[in-house]
């Protein structure tokens, strides 16, 4: 299969473009499209020979269940069953916005998209290409992030090229994802109701609007799809921790694994740079601006990658806010 690019300027939507990929949605064929937080690769929900694919050229485990993506309020009954009163508050604070809410699953929606379970993972991204491309192809879609299992998600349409080019039948090309990082997903369907992966939105607006919402295990992540490595590079990731040495600490393990013959990396700081002069460095954004953090770390994992870099030591950043949830993908990279 040839994999179909479309080029779409998310300011001015030329609507014989959406209706290109919505025939395309139609036929149960697979598109990449862009979201806020991450390229998805979307399916029609209510068509399992569709989903399935999803699965097949992602290598991604059955076990493992999807993100429905709506455009309007009025598709949430098309999903879930119930709506209970916390899930409307954060919907109304949040939506369209990177929360995934976890809720009691609709009958119509086919076991392939939530693995068999009662629970269905629902979001509506702030993207108008993503929303315009829903609306039109009237069905929710059912959307993983655009990569290999296992790869970090794509934040460009290159990123998503990399890894499944001629598996999918479109890809829509709308330039880089503002949030970088994927949605923040909350499960509403057990109390203490608790957080599965952290993402765009913080765990501190969260509680600002329903205060009882906890992270499970300290931010030990449950999704069913967090597996203990994931989001990785090839390259071997070892994150050193904040403190007063952190740079001596990064120096010395860069140096080490030079002389074995590696070729290393250092994921710094912009206030550090400096203090790297003798290594290759790659700059993940100044420590206080997590937007940028997050918009960089998926790239540059992958340009590290492409570089052919052995081992890549990161710095880590404060964990509050965005920042948790970019040090949470940091150590899950690093497989630990
Ligand atoms: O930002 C995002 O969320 C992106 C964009 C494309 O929307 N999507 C995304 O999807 O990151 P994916 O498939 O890469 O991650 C979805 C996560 C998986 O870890 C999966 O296990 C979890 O959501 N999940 C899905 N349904 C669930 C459910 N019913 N209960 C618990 N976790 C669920
Ligand atoms: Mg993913």
């Known amino acids: 299969m040839k994999t179909k690019i479309i080029k779409i300027n998310p300011q001015k939507i030329q609507p014989l473009k959406i209706k290109e990929a919505v025939k395309v949605i139609k036929k149960g064929g697979l598109i990449a499209f862009p979201t806020e937080t991450v390229y998805g690769l979307g399916a029609d929900v209510f068509n399992p020979y569709a989903v399935v694919k999803i699965f097949e050229v992602k290598a991604r485990p059955l076990n493992d269940p999807l993100i429905v993506h709506i455009a309007d309020k009025q598709d949430l009954f098309k999903v879930a069953k119930k709506i209970n009163r916390p899930a409307w508050k954060l919907i109304k604070k ?49 959307a993983p992030s655009a990569n290999l299992f296992g790869r970090p998600s794509p934040t460009t349409c290159e990123h998503v090229l990399e890894d499944l080019k001629n598996k999918i039948d479109l890809a829509i090309d709308a330039g880089k994802t503002e949030v970088g990082v994927e949605s923040t997903i909350l499960d509403l369907t057990q109390k203490p109701f608790s957080i599965l992966r952290l993402g765009g939105v913080s765990l501190e607006e969260l509680k600002r609007i329903i205060p009882e919402i906890s992270l499970y295990n300290k931010g030990k992540v449950i999704a069913p799809g967090m597996f203990r490595r994931h989001y990785s590079p090839q390259a071997k990731l070892i994150v050193v921790e904040k403190g007063k040495d952190q740079v001596e600490k990064v120096k010395k393990l860069a140096s080490k694994f030079l002389k074995e013959g590696k ?74």
């Open 94 to 142: 949040f939506w369209p916005g990177p929360l995934t809410l976890i809720l009691e699953k609709s009958s119509s929606i086919p076991d392939i998209v939530t693995s068999g379970l009662e629970t269905v993972a629902l979001r509506m991204p702030a993207h108008p290409v993503a929303l315009s491309l829903i609306r039109e192809a009237k069905t929710p879609l059912a």
């Open 263 to 336: 070729k290393v990396g250092i994921m710094a700081k912009e206030e550090n740079k400096l203090q790297y002069k003798n290594f290759e460095i790659k700059i993940l954004g100044e420590e206080n601006d997590f937007r940028t953090c997050a918009n960089n770390l998926f790239s540059l994992l992958r340009e590290f990658d492409k570089e052919k870099f052995e081992v890549i030591i990161a710095e880590a950043i404060e964990e509050k806010g965005l920042g948790r949830a970019i040090m949470e993908r940091l150590r899950k990279a690093q497989g630990i």
